[in-house]
């Protein structure tokens, strides 16, 4: 990641030893550990796909849908067990530090890979950033029309724009971008985790509470029948879940960023792994949780975004602390998925323009009880340009369900699955057409054939949604 000015020019010193202050690499020493690393895990994993897993589950049924679940996250486990491998090459305890997911493929594939790689993972970086951004205004509306419903006994439909709250989040996002790297953001990650568990718990709360009310449990095997929708759309809509499912799941995008702020000994690799089961093992129980419930309460009618698209009105005060925790750990995810986009064009700025004080550098804001924030003239102009585009694009499409499962489907087969298998593969020297290959290939290919299926339910859904859409009018 991007460090100081101390420590910038450190990256590629001899990596002999370290010291008190300094790690083996020249840089400052980290102090991450399996808890603070599983926070950052927790942040980026548990954000807005959690919201959309009733609806997921309601397309594929009691059935396949916490099966499906249950087999990403082992996909997912496994894979990042696989990623970790990949933080230093050739030897776990001493080998070169990579320290980006960009730097790893690098070191293990290196060629046209690399490019391909960088392409698709800041692309993704990027899409998340639209995705929470729409998320975000999705929930700060849903504490608005909550109180409108109590207020008026349901009598007002509460329409409104989406427009001026995704500006709002934008604004914000602006300020916390100025954070130089992640290993500043662990207050804000362990935060954001605390909110995370606030609104699952509370969608999870509600959810009980509406099967009660209704003394049975809804729901079907297979999921939503047909004549509630077509044949065709229950297909597209199953394929879709795919995605939403695999959204819910991805952060090996950042892995390696967050495998970076580790200290050791122990190796990093130990303690990722450590922190990927805490992290993974949480999230799917609270997933099955809040995706389970949400269908047995709701059915075939189960909303695309549990806690703003159905009659929670009453108690309005839980939708509301429910809400104001997602938006809260939306900010934080943003920042988690958005640093290591960050780092990559001022780590590039500064190797193609090294003589520049604008990008290189720092001014020293005093602050008193904290140490002086570095105020850097590129960064503050770089990071508002990226934060005011991903917003504007939130609000020429504003289609969160569909959204949340193009994403999911385009990041999780070549960032997922894809690159981890290859690097390990050439990491640990596996021979080709070795019954560890093959399975290891089987594995990629079957994921890949999930993403296309994900990717397509998608895409039928955003067409469905461009048939009744007028850009910057996302009235609720």
């Known amino acids: 990641m991007v460090q100081n000015k101390l420590t910038a020019f450190a990256v590629d010193m001899p990596q002999t030893g370290g010291s008190k202050y300094l790690d083996d690499d020249g840089k400052i020493k980290r102090t991450g550990s399996v808890w603070t690393a599983s926070a950052h895990i927790i942040t980026a994993v548990i954000g807005s796909g959690v919201l959309s897993l009733a609806w997921a ?10 099966v499906v679940m249950m087999l990403f996250s082992v996909v997912t ?5 696989l990623l970790a491998a990949c933080y230093r090459s050739g030897d776990p305890i001493s080998g070169k530090r990579n320290y980006t997911y ?27 950033a639209i995705g929470y951004t729409i998320a975000s205004a999705v929930s700060m509306m ?22 001026p709250y995704m500006i709002a989040f934008g604004l914000v996002q602006i300020i916390f971008s100025q954070i130089p790297d992640f290993d500043q953001l662990w207050w804000l990650s362990i935060l954001a985790a605390v909110m995370s568990f606030t609104y699952s718990s509370a969608g999870l709360a509600l959810g009980i509470a509406q099967v009660v009310a209704n003394g049975k449990v809804k729901g079907s095997l ?16 199953s394929f879709q879940a795919l ?19 580790v200290k050791s000994p122990p190796s990093e690799e130990k303690t990722m792994k450590k922190a990927t089961l805490v992290s993974v093992g949480v999230t ?28 929670f009105y009453n108690p309005y005060w839980l939708l509301d602390i429910a809400n104001a925790a997602i938006v809260i ?100 020297k596996i021979a080709r057409w070795s019954t560890r290959w093959v399975c290891l290939q089987v594995f990629s290919l079957a994921c890949l054939v999930i993403s296309i299926a994900a990717a397509a339910g998608s895409i039928a859904g955003v067409v469905l949604d461009l048939k009744s859409y007028k850009p910057f009018r996302s009235d609720y």
């Not at 849903?142 to 724009?161: E, L, Q, T, V, Y």
């Not at 297979?222 to 809509?237: A, N, P």
């Open 222 to 237: 297979t999921g939503i029948s047909i004549g509630t929708v077509t044949e065709t759309q229950k297909i597209w809509r």
């Open 142 to 163: 849903a504490i608005k029309r909550s109180n409108c419903f109590h207020k008026s006994g349901g009598k007002d439909p509460c329409h409104m724009n989406s427009n």
């Open 77 to 81: 486990y496994f894979t990042s067990t």
């Open 57 to 66: 589950t309601a397309q594929l049924g009691w059935l396949a849908g916490p």
């Open 329 to 428: 750990h939306l900010i934080g995810a943003y920042q988690v998925y958005c640093q290591p986009l960050f780092a990559f064009i001022e780590k590039q700025a500064s190797i193609r323009f090294p003589d520049s004080e604008f990008i290189a550098k720092d001014i020293k804001i005093p602050i008193p009880g904290f140490k002086p924030f570095r105020l850097n003239f590129f960064r503050l102009i770089w990071r508002t340009v990226f934060v005011i585009i991903t917003t504007v694009i939130s609000m020429l499409l504003p289609f969160f369900n569909d959204v949340v499962g193009l994403l999911g489907a385009l990041g999780f087969w070549p960032l997922t699955v894809y690159f981890p298998v290859e690097m390990y593969i050439e990491q640990k």
């Open 102 to 128: 960009m730097d790893a493929v690098r070191s293990n594939l290196g060629g046209v890979k690399v490019k391909l790689c960088g392409i698709v993972q800041y692309l993704n970086l990027f899409g998340v």
């Open 284 to 311: 799917t129980m609270f997933y099955m949780l809040c995706g389970c419930m949400g269908y047995a309460a709701f059915g075939d009618m189960s909303p695309g975004n549990l806690l703003t698209g159905f009659g």
């Open 243 to 261: 995605g939403d499912i695999a959204f819910a799941y991805s952060y090996s995008i950042i892995l390696i960023e967050i495998q970076d702020t």
